[in-house]
Each structure stands twice: as C-alpha cells, then as structure tokens.
C-alpha cells in the first residue's frame, strides 16, 4: 500500500517499525502539504489532527482511508466541526508516542458498517487490532496517564521519590514501565494535554491535573 504519514519523522518510524517495508511511505509535518499526495495514497495515518482540527476539512475534499489519532479529541468531534458531507472512511487510532508499535492496535470506528474495511486493512497491515469505544483517551492512554497523574500526586505530597513508585509500579503490577518512565517515554506534553481533554470531556474529578504534572509541561 501507499501509504502517507502526517506528522514527525518518529511518527513515520514507527509506521515502519509496525507495518514493514512492503509498503511505500511518504511523510508530510503539516495538512497543508497533504493534500497533493492524497490522489494517489490508499491509507493515511494523521498523528496531528488533534494539533490541527480545523485541518480535518480535507477528508471532506478526498476520498480516502484514514486512521486519526483520537487521544486528544473524538471522531464525533471531529466530524461536528464541518459542514460538509464526509467523503473519507475515517477510523480513531491510538497514535502516542511508543504505542503504535505495539501487538495490537487500539482503534475506534465513526460507522458501525466500516468494521469489515477495518479488518481488510488490519489484514493487509499484519496487525491484530482492538476496537474501543470512541471517546477522548480511547482506553490505555486513559488508564495510563491517569496512572502517572496519581504519581505526580503522590511524588507532590512526598509520599515517595519518583524511583521508588517506578520500582514499586514494576514489581508490584507487573508493568514495563513505571509511571515516571512511562511519561518520558510518551512525553510530558502529551500526557498532560490528554488529562486536560478527558477533564474538559468528562468533568470527572479523577481527571483534575496535579499541579506537579502542569508545572513541568508549563516548563517543558
């Protein structure tokens, strides 16, 4: 498949890394440059959308498959925002920093019926694939920042140093990382902006961002 990739050139790896050689990639970092290459690509794969909502008015000018990285912001936002028809087969994926990469892909749907296309693409994809609702967080992102949110808690309120919760995380839960690691690893910025989406989504108290944790994305 042709495949293009809108977003960093760790966005584009990853796709490498997941998907294999047998495809053809291109990359672009922003929407505007997209649109030239949606002609020919047969799947696309935006990791920025969230970053550039109003960018999602060229899915409603071409014709093609795409996978939106929904961490950040629903397919049902998304499509409340136009005013036009929509013209491509959209799916939610999970498209944090390291996440891709794993067994199997996190994915929510906009149509019921687009399920069989999902499994044709996942097929030629080599991925085994989960489908979750389509709600801000998905599933693990959810579960997994709002892990570290507690950590940042729990490190403010001096309770223990943040090596003692990643150790005691491992040993404890089994986990591969611990939540200070696991925030390193996906990035401060998108951790906490995630939390804030499910707060502003939900109003549930558990998604109230530690200070902590906002004091160092402001500095990041």
Known sequence: MNILVIGEQVNLQECHQKFGDKHTYS????????EKFL??????????????VHEFEIYNHHAVKVFLN??????????HLTDHALTSTIFGFNGLPTFLTRDVMEVSL??????PLLRKLCEDLK??????????GLVTPRVICMIINEAYYTVQDGTATR?????????????PYGP?????RIGVKHVYELIEA?????????????PLLKQEYLKS
């Open 198 to 210: 499910l707060y502003e989504d939900t109003k549930d108290e558990r998604y109230k961002i530690c």
């Open 27 to 34: 990359r672009v970092s922003e929407h505007r440059d997209a």
């Open 180 to 184: 200070f690691e696991w925030c390193r």
């Open 110 to 115: 906009w149509k019921k019926e687009d399920e």
């Open 70 to 79: 929904t961490c950040k912001v629903s397919l049902g936002e998304l499509v």
């Open 163 to 175: 090596d003692d919760i990643d150790l005691a995380m491992k040993l404890g839960t089994n986990y």
């Open 127 to 136: 991925t085994d694939f989960l489908i979750v609702d389509d709600r801000v």
């Open 39 to 52: 002609r020919n690509t047969d799947l696309v794969f935006d990791f920025i959308i969230e970053e550039e």
